[in-house]
Each structure stands twice: as C-alpha cells, then as structure tokens.
C-alpha cells in the first residue's frame, strides 16, 4: 500500500533540507517530499508536530548470534532496534563462533533476510578468531557482504598486524573499526582508573590504555592510507588526538555512544554492574569533551554499542560481570535529551551522525530521503516523554544505568523498504524477507 506522511517536519541530512511537508511512499520507495501530496488509495499518516527523518543506522551493535543466543538473537535484536528507531544495524563478529570466514558472514546475512525486522550489515573479524595472530579471510567476507572488519571486544595488539589490516581493507574499500585498548596498562576492565576505582578498591583502565592504541592507530592509517574508525571513544586525550589526525589528513573517522556522553564513572559508585561498559565511563572533563567533539564534527557518528547480558552474568560482583548496555532502545531519547534539547547539537547534526555519516562510512544505500531511495524512515515525536523501563525493552538484554531516568524524544514510527515495523511504540512483525 503507498503511504502518505502528513504534514512532517521532514529533515534529511544527506540533502540539507527542513521544512514541514509529506512524504509519499510508493513501492517501498521515497516516491516524493513536498507539499499537499496525493494518491489515491494510500494511507495518509498523520505525523504533524513530529520530525521525519531518514531511518537511523547504528553502525556498532552485538546482536551475540550465533552462539550466545541466551544474551540476543538476530529475531530479538531486530525488534529493539526497530522500537529504537533504527532501520539498519551492522553487527560485531565477537559471537561463538567468531564471524571470521565469508560462510559465517552469508549465514547472518541470511538469517536477518528471514528473521530480521531491520537491515542488518555483518562487520567481519580482522583476525581468526579475534586471537590476534593470523588474518581472517577478508576478501571473502567482504564478496559475503561485510561492511568493515573489526576484533571489536579486543584490540588488535600487533602494529604489524593492524598495519596489514588496514592495507587489505583499504584495497576493499572498507573501514577498519578499532577497539583501542592497551591491555598491559589495564586492571579491572570497566571501571576507570581514578578516585572511584581507589574508593572500590579496584585498579581500573587509565586514559592512556584508550589514548595510546588511538594514537598508534591513527599514525598507522597515516601510514598505509587505510580507513581507521576509532569506536567508542571516552576520553579527552582520544578525542583530541583525533581531532589532530583529521587536521592532518590522516583517514580516520570516530564514533561516541550516549553513555560516554551522558554518565560519568559516579554512577559506578555503588559497584553498578549495570554500568560496566567497555571503554569505562569516565569524568566529567572527559564527558564533555566528548560532547566538544561532537559539536566540532571530531567526532562524525552516534553509535549505541548495543551490548545485551543476561540477568544472572549482570547480578554478581563487578569484577565477574561482563561489560555492556543494553542500548538501542534509549539512545535517540538520550540523544534528543542530551544533546539537542541541551544545545551540544541541532536535530539536524544529530541526525547526520546517526543516519547520512554511518551509511557513507560503510557505503550503504541508506541515510537519505531522496526520490528513489529505500523508504527507510524514523518518525520521531519530540514532546513525547517516558521514564525509562527496562521490562518494556524488545531486546532480551535488560542491562542498563538508565532505568528510572526521565527522557524525552521518542521513536513512534519506524520504517523499513515501505514496510512499518513500529508503530505507535507498538514493534510489528511480519513474514516478509527485507
């Protein structure tokens, strides 16, 4: 059925514009944007007051299959991103096993075709079994559809190795995603090192464990000419020493996610193993320097790390639990209230990063509401307020520091290829492959 938005406060990045108008759907395509559209037979949707976007893509998700099934599938993953907002995930390859060959990258390609509510993009590993110590087949995963190539969850600790890496994949003609850990400057994993962790009586992972690997990284894509992608970066030292590597023309891009620009490490003060993550959270100079990077265009995309556990791994001491959040169901309300209502971005440079920047950095279709594109589309009502509830997530991953918090800005329409999978905040399944 073609599908008229009404009345929208449509705004796409990828073209600059914002104005108040409707969109037509057609063919599970953007047919046109203007105003007083008309077809007959279609659906008109009323969307006055709230904003239509091109639909967001969050480039770092663990959808955990295969293998940890338990913690997330494909089917349950899908569904929170589609209630988050997102139209597209690429996803990590730090499953059991580790997607490190181009059959395992075909297999999650076509199990998202079957089961999948959102676009799904696998990110294959750059080393065999994140091991670090022999190149994955990168050729053939990127034939099977990988997008980048990450050891996401580790470091790859050889420069050697990276320095290859980054070779091949720039000869494919894709980014390589860094986790920037230097593991012999860390203690406890997901705790920074400072006043907290002394208080707790844990050593935890300094600054320079992230700044160090950043600054190799960054020199080797200076090197090789490679693409590097700084993921999540947390501390002011990494932001400025991207910022430096992009004033000197080095390939290198960087990513933020909403719990390094919204918490600090005090919301670790009572053992939160809820608030373990990966890099840890860090102060509050590091938080808004984070935010700084963001504003100044350092920093070019907003991704979740969207890193569901289990209840029981979560509920124990904070050296056993494993790092993550649970987080594509509250980022766009964090975004929207953090950083837009707050002033750090316009609406429309927060959605560049989360829509337009990921799918250029990967080479996707997606982030754009031009005529002829996928009807890939997020409705988003900004007035609309909810306290957060991890009992209402989609995902199985109930691990957040967020539950309780006020937020406003909320997903209440979400579109893939012409097809609603979310609609008044209601997920929608059906049958039909994407």
């Known amino acids: ?6 009345r929208g406060q449509i705004i796409d990045p990828s073209q600059g514009i914002e104005f108040v108008g409707d969109l037509l759907v057609s063919g599970g395509r953007v047919a046109a944007i203007g105003l007083d559209l008309a077809r007959a037979g279609a659906e008109v949707i009323d969307v006055a007051g709230k904003a239509v976007v091109p639909g967001l893509i969050d480039m770092h998700v663990h959808l955990r299959e ?15 991103a589609a209630r988050g907002g997102f139209t597209a995930v690429a996803c990590m390859p730090n499953t059991q096993p580790v997607l490190d060959s181009g059959l395992l990258i075909a297999a999650v390609r076509d199990k998202a075709r079957r089961s999948g509510l959102v676009r799904v993009y696998p990110i294959g590993a750059v080393t065999k079994g994140l091991r670090g110590e022999e190149m994955a087949e990168l050729g053939r995963m990127r034939r099977e559809g990988a997008v980048a190539f990450s050891d996401d969850g580790m470091p790859v600790l050889s420069a050697e190795m990276m320095r290859c890496a980054l070779e091949y994949a720039a000869m494919l003609g894709v980014p390589v995603i860094a986790h920037c850990e230097e593991k012999s400057l860390v203690g406890e994993v997901g705790i920074n090192s400072g006043r907290i962790a002394t208080r707790l009586g844990l050593r935890g992972m300094p600054a320079a464990a992230e700044e160090v690997m950043v600054a190799r990284d960054c020199l080797l894509a200076g090197m090789t000419g490679g693409q590097v992608h700084i993921a999540h970066l947390s501390t002011a030292g990494a932001v400025e020493i991207v910022r430096q590597a992009k004033a000197r023309g080095i390939r290198v891009t960087a990513e933020a996610c909403p719990h390094h620009f919204t918490l ?8 939160d193993t809820n608030a373990k993550v990966n890099p840890p959270l860090r102060t509050a100079a590091d938080v808004a320097a984070v ?8 920093i070019d995309v907003i991704a ?3 890193a569901p556990h289990a209840a029981d791994e979560k509920e124990t001491e904070f050296v056993l639990a494993p790092a993550g959040i649970s987080g594509l169901e509250t980022a766009v309300p964090l975004v929207l209230t953090e950083l837009v209502e707050q002033g750090v971005l316009t609406l429309m440079e927060a959605m560049h990063k989360m829509t337009v920047a990921p ?3 990967l080479g996707l279709a997606g982030g754009t509401l031009r005529p002829g594109a996928a009807a890939d589309i997020t409705v988003i009502d900004r007035a609309a307020a909810e306290t957060v509830d991890p009992a209402a997530f989609a995902s199985k991953g109930r691990n957040t520091p967020f ?3 006020s937020v406003r800005g909320l997903p209440v329409l979400t579109m893939v290829g012409g097809r609603i999978v979310l609609r008044d905040r209601r997920v929608i399944e059906e049958g039909t492959e994407i």
């Open 291 to 298: 935010r700084a990077g963001l504003r100044d265009g350092t």
């Open 264 to 271: 600090t490490e005090e919301t670790i003060n009572d053992y």
């Open 304 to 306: 979740t790390d969207h």
């Open 403 to 405: 539950a309780g918090r």
């Open 1 to 6: 059925m073609d599908i008229i938005l009404r």
């Open 359 to 361: 799918a250029r950095l």
């Open 66 to 80: 295969p293998g940890f099934e338990y913690k997330e599938d494909i089917r349950t993953g899908t569904r929170a």
